[in-house]
């Protein structure tokens, strides 16, 4: 099985993050087209500290479009306070190869408007 360029350039990215991240959780987030995800990982025990998502029934089920940056704020707010309740304040932003720009951006301005620092 080969691995492909963009894999590799991400597995170094994700290296990077990790070493400079210093024993902080990493705020892991997947972009699909309809939803978005968010994970704080702590790397150094290997688990998932807290997640969210758009596809939960806590998300609310009025909202039809799931992936618009009005979802991506409501998202990083939730994530930064399901994360202050396990005690985790200080993260380091995987924006796992996506562009800074749009949802992503909006997700973690809010989640930094909630109080997450990074």
Known sequence: MAVTTEKRRLARNRFKIKKAADGKPRLSVFRSNKNLHV????????????????????FGAANKNKSNQDSAKKLGALIAQRAKEK????????????????????????????????
């Open 39 to 58: 994970q704080v990982i702590d790397d150094v025990a290997g688990v998932t500290v807290v997640s969210a998502s758009t596809v939960e029934k806590d």
């Open 87 to 118: 005690n985790v304040t200080e993260v380091v932003f995987d924006r796992g190869g996506y562009l800074y720009h749009g949802r992503v951006k909006a997700l973690a301005d809010a989640a930094r408007e909630a109080g997450l620092k990074f």
